[in-house]
């Protein structure tokens, strides 16, 4: 059985239940958790973990974007070598490359810098939640 947290309607305090029959350790009324109640809690932070997944998605769109142009260059460079001066193809490839390993890097940070903060929101919930059982 999942368990999920719960707002008490009565006083509000927050405690971790399963689906059935509990007391509150607050004000000590007594709530039916259903399966509707873990629907509504379960969704907390999704927002915020669908932000991080789309920040994921980009950074390996941004990869294989990357890749492309990369090899684009790399085509360019070898088929065109006769026209212009063969250093500057190499500061092209060598830019779009770590330009693009930059990009992936910072989007995947942003990514987990999102689910660090869901984690440590859903952390400070439990603290909250062992406080005031207390």
Not at 108 to 133: G, Q, R, W, Y
Request: hydrophobic share 45%; with cysteine.
């Amino acid at each position: 059985m999942s368990q999920f947290n719960y707002h008490c309607p009565n006083c509000q305090h927050e405690y971790l239940v399963g689906v059935g029959v509990y007391t509150c350790p607050k004000c000590g009324q007594a709530n039916n958790v259903t399966s509707e109640n873990s629907k509504l809690t379960s969704g907390r932070y999704s927002l915020l973990k669908t932000l991080s997944s789309w920040f994921k998605v980009l950074a390996v769109m941004s990869f294989l974007w990357g890749v492309l142009i990369l090899l684009g260059a790399m085509f360019l460079f070898v088929t065109t070598t006769s026209f212009y001066d063969p250093k500057l193809g190499v500061i092209l490839i060598f830019c779009s490359f770590w330009s693009g390993a930059v990009n992936v890097v910072i989007l995947l940070a942003i990514s987990e810098v999102i689910t660090l903060f869901v984690s440590m929101a859903n952390d400070l919930s439990e603290v909250k939640m062992s406080l005031d059982d207390q």
